[in-house]
């Protein structure tokens, strides 16, 4: 029987997270070189490169929203507003990636 989430450790939580990311990245068209967890709190953030040319490489970040934290839509317009502030080009914002279904984020089924 595996352990509520919230019952978990914290080592075990990133463990799971870890898996989670996997599992997202693969909705987008990126094949990263390395993925490294950075912190939990409210979301998860991971820090990826991926090769973006003969001799580059180019930085991502992934974040994993809990379930209950949220709303689909709620990220879905910040993630519409950082894409209006790069196209505005008066700030340096993170620039989202499309997932290869089109649409801004992915949603991971997980216990």
């Known amino acids: ?22 599992e997202a990245l693969r909705g987008f ?13 409210e979301n998860a953030t991971f820090r990826g490169h991926v090769r973006a040319g003969r001799n580059t490489e180019d930085k991502f ?5 809990r379930a209950d934290y949220h709303t689909p839509r709620a990220i879905d317009e910040e993630l519409a507003v950082l894409r209006h502030l790069h196209r505005k080009g008066n700030l340096r914002v993170p620039l989202a990636v499309a997932a290869r279904n089109g ?3 992915v949603t991971v089924d997980s216990p």
Do not use: D
């Open 61 to 65: 970040r992934l974040r994993v929203h």
């Open 1 to 22: 029987m595996t352990v509520p989430f919230r019952e978990a450790s914290y080592l075990a939580q990133v463990a799971r997270l870890r898996s989670v990311a996997a």
């Open 103 to 105: 649409k801004w984020r």
């Open 29 to 41: 068209p990126l094949k990263p070189t390395a993925v490294r967890f950075i912190n939990h709190g």
